[in-house]
Every structure is written in C-alpha cells, then in structure tokens.
C-alpha cells in the first residue's frame, strides 16, 4: 500500500500540487486520471522520488519515503517497477538485455538465473523468441510489452504506469491494459497507473482519483464514475467519449 498526504509542488510560484492526500492499495489497479496539465506525472514523479514535494509525505507500507535517508530510500526504489510513457527502451540494447538491465543493476544473480528470469517475463507478456531483436525490429505495442516486462522482471511489489496507452491503437491498448491488470493480480502489487483514456478507466479502474488543475476533486471506482455531479470529471469524460468516437 502507498499513502500520500497532504502533498503540494510549486514551479516558479506557480502550484502544480495543492494538497493532495489519497491511498493506494495493494492487488489494485489504482488510476490517477485528468486531463493534460492537471498534475497527474508530477504527482507520479513526487511518488517515486523523482520530484520532492514542497510538503507532505509518501509512504510505502508505513516506511516514510520523503524523508528516509538514502539507504531506506534505495531500499524502497529497489522493489519499484516503473513502464515509461514511450516504452524507455535501450535503442543500443537487445529485447533481452533491455529486460535484463534491472537485474543487472538492482541484484546479484547469476547469469543463468538472469536469463530465466528475462525469458519468463518475455512469455508472461507473449513475447517468446524475441530476444535477440532490436527495438527498432518491433512494433510500439511489443515495444509496450518489453517495458512492462523489464518493469516486472526485479519482482516488484509497486508498479507505476505513466501513460501506458499512448500512442496505441485500440485493440493493443486493451491487451496492455488486461496485462497490467492480471499482473497485479497474480503478484498482489500495488499499482499505480496515470492516464487519461476512459477505456483504460473502464476496463481496470478499480480505484480512480481525478485530478484537475492540480487538486484532487473525486476518487471512487470506475463503477460510479459516471454517477458523480462533479462538473469537472462529468465534462471530462464526456469530451473522452467524443474523441474515442471521432477516432
């Protein structure tokens, strides 16, 4: 489980973050959604430590992560697993040695066990025999697919998803999506996924915080989202549903 409380994040005087506070839970696909420019990824890079709040706290199963020292800290990025917007291969690095590089850097595994470890996430996501390609040999969604493995390959107990659909046509994005929902399941992880598709909402929304212009302003499931008398996340879902019907 993760906990964020009461977290603000200014840029230039300018507040991106205005404290928010919410839970994450654990065996959940846990969506943060809104529309661009609302705080989603700044809120996802204060949760993984790549931005640090101006104020409040994150917690990773009760550890305080915002103001650990370095060696907690490193403990916790340690059991993180992140699936980059644009996949985030290594363009220089096969398949395998892309999904290999958490190992390589995070454990001291031997080689053999590195090896089956990669080709049992390459199969857990159906990309057997690809091992030796080159990212530039594979589609955007297999290249999808090779992220996410990489980011499960270290057995992760918190998974971050930014923006997992982009640039994915329809029938790809629900594979992704079904993916990291029975990825968490079958590995009782906590994940977090940051995304404005409804689709993805829908399908494996089990808890949803909408964000907009850097607050918080509903969380529920993707059960009552459409029951809401939120202006906000009423216009934001059905200027969604028009664009899916253009496309």
Known sequence: MIE???????????????????????????????????????LLKCIVGLLKPDTGDVLYNGRNFTDSDKEIQTDIRREMGMLFQGSALFDSMTVEQNVMFPLNILTKMKPAEKLERVNFCLERVGLENVNK???????????????????????????????????LDPQTSILIDDLIKEITVENDITTVVVTHDMN????????VMFMYKGKKLWEGSNQNITDTDVKELNDFVFANRMMQQIK
């Open 200 to 207: 993805s909402v829908m399908e494996i929304g089990d808890k």
């Open 133 to 167: 390609r080159m990212p530039s040999e594979i589609s955007g969604g297999m290249k999808k697919r090779v992220g996410i493995a990489r980011s499960i390959v270290n057995k992760p107990n918190y998974l971050f998803c930014d923006e997992p659909n982009s640039g």
């Open 4 to 42: 964020i409380s009461r977290i603000t994040k200014s840029f230039n005087d300018k507040e991106v973050l205005s404290d928010i506070s919410a839970t994450f839970e654990k065996g959940k696909t846990n969506l943060i959604i809104g529309s661009s420019g609302t705080g989603k990824s700044v």
